[in-house]
């Protein structure tokens, strides 16, 4: 089983940068498919971005692509969303998670983090 704790939320500017950390314990990113979710107040959770355990394949939603980036530092068993060029539609709370496969569905990860809020002004 694995410990998900996100990091790094905050209120910033349209078109400014931000860095979510997901920090893992209990077991290795690496042996999961981890995955960003965000969700904003009375709205279903959807899918941000994901990247594969094995080979660290990543994957996004459209609406982020070119501007959200998912990696992986398996020394510090840290799973990041590199966000650029914010928007204020981008404002949610962000959701790590982990799972046994790839995937844009978020009943395909068992293991979730409390979440971080993101808040981009315009």
């Known amino acids: 089983q694995v410990q998900l704790v996100e990091s790094g939320g905050a209120l910033v500017q349209a078109g400014d940068s931000l860095r979510l950390s997901c920090a893992a314990s209990?077991?290795?990113?690496?042996?999961?498919?981890m995955g960003w979710f965000r969700q904003a107040p009375g709205k279903e959770r959807e899918f941000v971005g994901s990247?594969?355990?094995?080979?660290?394949?990543?994957y996004y939603t459209d609406s982020v692509k070119g501007r959200f980036t998912v990696s992986r530092d398996n020394a510090k068993n840290t799973v990041y969303l590199q966000m650029n060029s914010l928007k204020p539609e981008d404002t949610d709370v962000y959701y790590c998670?982990?799972?046994?496969?790839?995937?844009?569905?978020?009943?395909?990860?068992?293991?979730w983090g409390q979440g971080t809020q993101v808040t981009v002004s315009s």
């Open positions: 990247i594969s355990g094995r080979i660290g394949s990543t």
């Open positions: 209990g077991r290795t990113v690496s042996s999961y498919a």
């Open positions: 998670a982990a799972g046994a496969f790839g995937s844009n569905k978020e009943n395909d990860y068992p293991y």
